[in-house]
């Protein structure tokens, strides 16, 4: 995991994490990208659910013009 958040630090070019002895703390970079990152997973999730439920909608939809037609 260590190698992964150097690897995304490197290509982001900002330090996420201030590593002490103690342990690591977010920078304001790191919170930054965290809180975003947080909100677009919300947003995708939403757009997932929004699609779902269109496409049963189109579903039915389609259904009952077909039984119409009949």
Do not use: P, W
Not at 16 to 24: A, D, K, P
Not at 27 to 40: C, D, M, N, P, W
Request: overall charge positive; glycine content about 4%; aromatic content about 4%.
């Amino acid at each position: 995991m260590s190698k992964q958040i150097s690897n995304l630090e490197q290509s982001l070019g900002i330090v996420l994490f201030e590593r002490t002895r103690r342990g690591s703390d977010l920078t304001l970079e790191g919170y930054i990208l965290l809180t975003t990152t947080q909100t677009i997973l919300k947003n995708l999730e939403r757009v997932s659910t929004h699609c779902i439920v269109n496409r049963a909608r189109l579903k039915t939809e389609k259904l009952i013009i077909v039984d119409l037609e009949y």
